[in-house]
């Protein structure tokens, strides 16, 4: 009998006044008769439209039936047939304008909780199951990956599966790319990712940290060491400024440097890990993305007092996760909506004391379908922080198309390819994820490193 | 790999130490520099690569200990292993044929980074004068090493022990007073020596590269910590730089920055030393 509830079964969480002091993760997660509760709201449509709002086609009411019946084992190999990191799409897909977008029972009342089930059944396996590895024979032939986000590693997992010997190279010293440098710990623990990087690890990939690509070794050494196929997936790690005066005053930074000392560099436990960061009392966050809305949680778990978002469109054009953007409002941070800076204003010794910021009204819409921001007249006013955290978007970083001849770029950086194979304008060079489409999302990343997998090994096996 | 294969103390508070790197070796070109992990849980510190050799497959690095890291990072022994050790980072610089004639200025431990850049250009035939200084004649380093790659070489200190006394700034003018036509001068110092530097090397039109040091994270380009303004365009150190037109840069903003942490860094420079004398964290 389906359930025919309205609304979701609610995700048991951390209290907002609790969590807000801490990084421990938001989201406790359903048990197993919450998971069944909600799994039983599917009605198993014929059609499926949700499987079309995937970008991986993780065969949604199969595993959710499953989930009915109990066999959570069952219902983790199914998603598995088609997403490799679960346990990390449950938590961070954007679902509501994915897989629960074209839900049938959204029509009327909330979506099934696709993302909340995937997690589950991930983090049941992850509890209860066993995770078998049949190393598969090797065919002698190497692959190397650049970059370890999940990009690369969704495409070594293809690739080593097929019996290739893979190795990634990374530039940090910690390999996960944005899982584990930019998304914070109460979204995505660490553990997690880790998990996944280890069993890649078993699977026999090999990842060698320390390596900046373009510079150690370029892609032409790549080869002529032997590797047969590149696949880059270096990410759109580059971080955008606004251009306005004061943006070098201390106290500025970008999102990455921010969440960077955060998360990679573990600044909350200053000193005894020695990377400091300074949050003061009151801090902005320019933008409305996850990536400002990260920013902003972690300033308040930090010790800040009064933690602003200050976005130049309203929230209906936020592009962060719905979820997100509902957390930030529960743990106390304030939105400054059709609000832009203008200038940051420092202080005698060249810190930051304030932000300027005009007030913005929706114009016609623009290239991007979204409402045009134009500024008010006169509404200039200041808005005192000690902090400004700068989170309105990365662009792909130069290195490797600057050091990599024939490698055709967009003149914003994006490495061009062809969206079949994700081949690049170089023989045997696959590329995919942020570093291909600009900053997007950790599903569409894997799936394009899943794309350039399947080509890669048809590309060798008829070489 | 990342072993320490020689360790030297060149005067009380700078250390050199020589890194098994031969990967890294093969790469290395002056101007570039390495990041540095010394443990599990440490910061990410660039230095600068002093000198490098392809065929022992080795990376020299020179440090002043000025703070928690740098003094961890002196603390490891011969034998011991580098916990991360990244690098070729930064652009190499180049020089254009013309420029024939060489004036490189060092203050106190840059003159490790200027080292390479002139041995590199003395290997080309340029003509070079160097001015290196130090606080007393103890913390002038690498003399013999700057002897053998400069035509003339000219040492200040600040109180007169060795050398001229008083600046590397005494000397620049007095070499431009007299007459001496340089093609280009390279000064790598504290900033305020780099912006003395410029203020006079302005005066006379001689295009002058410095060489910035930022505090930088990743070294890659990621975080944007390492911006510092040349020519009012903001430009990241770690991938754009380190050496920049000295004429362009901001010095006064870049002084700010580097000051950023200074009350956090004291702070765990001193629970450092404290669990140092507990025994607790030694070399990592
Ligand atoms: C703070 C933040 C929050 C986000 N939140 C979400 C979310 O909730 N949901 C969602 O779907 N998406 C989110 N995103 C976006 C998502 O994380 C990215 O789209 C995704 O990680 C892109 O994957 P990727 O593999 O292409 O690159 P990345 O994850 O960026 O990984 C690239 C890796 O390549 C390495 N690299 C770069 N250059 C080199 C080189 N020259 N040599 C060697 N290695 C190199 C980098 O160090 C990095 O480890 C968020 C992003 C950020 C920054
Ligand atoms: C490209 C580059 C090349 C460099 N080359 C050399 C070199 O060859 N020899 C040498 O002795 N020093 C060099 N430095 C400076 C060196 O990185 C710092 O002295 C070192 O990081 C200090 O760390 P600490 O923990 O010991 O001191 P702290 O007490 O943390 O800081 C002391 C001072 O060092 C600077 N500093 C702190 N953290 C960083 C960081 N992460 N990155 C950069 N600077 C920082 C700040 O100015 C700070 O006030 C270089 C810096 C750069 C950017
Ligand atoms: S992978 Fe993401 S989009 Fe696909 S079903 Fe899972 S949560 Fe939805
Ligand atoms: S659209 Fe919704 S209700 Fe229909 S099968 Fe998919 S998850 Fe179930
Ligand atoms: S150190 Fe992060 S961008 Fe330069």
Redesign the interface.
Known sequence: MANMSTKKVPMPEQDPDIRNKNFKEVALGYDEKMAIEEAERCIQCKNQPCVNGCPVHVQIPQFIKLITQGDFEGAYQKIKETNSLPAICGRVCPQESQCESLCTRGKKGEPVAIGRLERFVADWHMKNGVDEIDLPAKNGKKVAIIGSGPAGLTCAGDLAKLGYEVTVFE???TPGGVLM?GIPEFRLPKEIVQREIDSLKRMGVKIE????IG???TIDDLFDMGYEAVFIGTGA???K?MGIPG?????V??A??FL??INL??AYD???????V?VGKKVAVVGGGNVAMDAARSAKRMGAEEVYIVYRRSEEEMPARLEEIYHAKEEGIIFKLLTNPVRIIGDE??YVKGIECVKMALGEPDESGRRRPIPEKGSEHVIDVETVIIAIGQSP???ITSTTEGLDKQKWGGIIVNEETMETSRKGVYAGGDAVTGAATVILAMGAGKKAAAAIHEYLSNK | MNEILEKRQLNPTVKLMVINSP??AK?AKPGQFVIV?VNE????IPLTIADYNAEKGTITIIFQEVG??TKALGKLNVGDRL???????GVPVEFSPDVKRVLAIGGGVGVAPLYPKVKMLHKNGVKIDSIIGGRSSEYVILEDEMRAVSDNLYITTDDGSKGRKGFVTDVLKELLNNGNKYDEVIAIGPLIMMKMVCQITKEYNIPTMVSMNPIM?????????C?V?VGGE?KFAC?DGPAFDGHKVDFD?AM??Q???KD??K??LE??EHQCKLGGILNG
């Open positions: 530039a940090l010293h440098y940290t320390n390596m900046v510079k150690i070794l790690g580059l971080p400024f943006e070098n005053l201390n106290g930074y970008s990455n440097e960077t000392r560099m573990k200053f000193p005894n890990h020695p990377t400091p300074k010794n060249g970083n130069p290195l | 990967l890294m790469k992990r849980n440490g910061e990410r928690m890291s916990h991360d050790f990244v690098g070729p980072l994270i990743d070294g890659t380009g990621m975080c944007g910590g911006r303004s903001i991938v903003e700010r920055r000051a950023m942490y956090m860094e702070k765990a629970e450092y």
